[in-house]
């Protein structure tokens, strides 16, 4: 079984600033992916990046990059540059054996 | 490639009635996953099919059940509908592997009254 936590139901910042969002995973499997959805006002559940657990390399898209700890099973995720369209519930989420299990989510505005 | 989609967009329906929602998957995905989401509860596995078979279950009442079929598409279907089962369904499909990345359709809003 897998847990994740999200424990900031919500954040504010400011286009053009940086913001992390911060997530706590728990899982008691080996071979396990992390990722970070985003879900606009259309409740499109958006992809916005993966990591590989066995990777040590923290995986980064455009302005967005994850800071893994894996000993301390933290998975943050960092959006530089924040644009009014960043503004959305993000997810984060573990799968490991094809059951994918969501925190609770954050919810991000951009303030302009 | 087509995204995953997801029919119909919005349902209304009374209690005791059943519902069918459908999803067909991206060309070649052959897993195709279900999942809730309600306010008070967030997104909540239902279940995972992968070749016509149910691979993974969540924690959800027989009432809620699904299949697939050969060409990958499932149907999920939620018989004897209860108020608490208004919410957001979303269909994710992914090629199968065990950690593969799950694409989402835009969602099927069910409201029950």
């Known amino acids: 079984a897998q847990t994740v936590t999200q424990s900031q139901p919500e954040m504010s910042v400011q286009e053009a600033e940086t913001v992390t969002l911060s997530c706590t995973y728990d899982?008691?499997?080996?071979?396990?992916?992390l990722f970070w959805y985003k879900q606009p006002p259309s409740r499109q559940m958006i992809l916005v990046i993966r990591?590989?657990?066995?990777?040590?390399q923290n995986a980064t898209e455009n302005r967005f990059s994850v800071n893994f700890q894996k000993a301390a099973k933290s998975f943050s995720l960092k959006i530089s540059d924040s644009q009014l369209g960043d503004a959305a519930m993000y997810f984060c989420?573990?799968?490991?054996?094809?059951?994918?299990?969501f925190g609770k989510g954050i919810t991000l505005s951009v303030r302009p | 490639k087509a995204g995953v989609t997801q029919t119909p967009r919005y349902l209304i329906k009374t209690r005791g009635q059943q519902v069918t929602l459908s999803c067909s998957p991206i060309s070649g995905h052959r897993s195709v996953s279900w999942y809730q989401q309600t306010p008070g509860q967030g997104l909540q596995f239902l279940f995972e099919y992968f070749s016509e078979t149910q691979r993974n279950k969540g924690n959800f009442p027989g009432r809620f059940s699904g299949r697939q079929f050969s060409n990958s598409r499932s149907e999920m279907n939620v018989s004897t509908l209860e108020l608490g089962d208004s919410a957001l369904y979303l269909c994710?499909?992914?090629?199968?592997?065990?950690?593969?990345?799950?694409?989402f359709g835009p969602g099927t809003r069910l409201l029950v009254l």
């Open positions: 994710a499909s992914s090629r199968g592997t065990a950690q593969e990345t799950q694409y």
């Open positions: 990591q590989e657990a066995y990777k040590q």
């Open positions: 899982t008691s499997e080996s071979d396990y992916y």
């Open positions: 989420a573990c799968v490991a054996n094809s059951k994918l299990t």
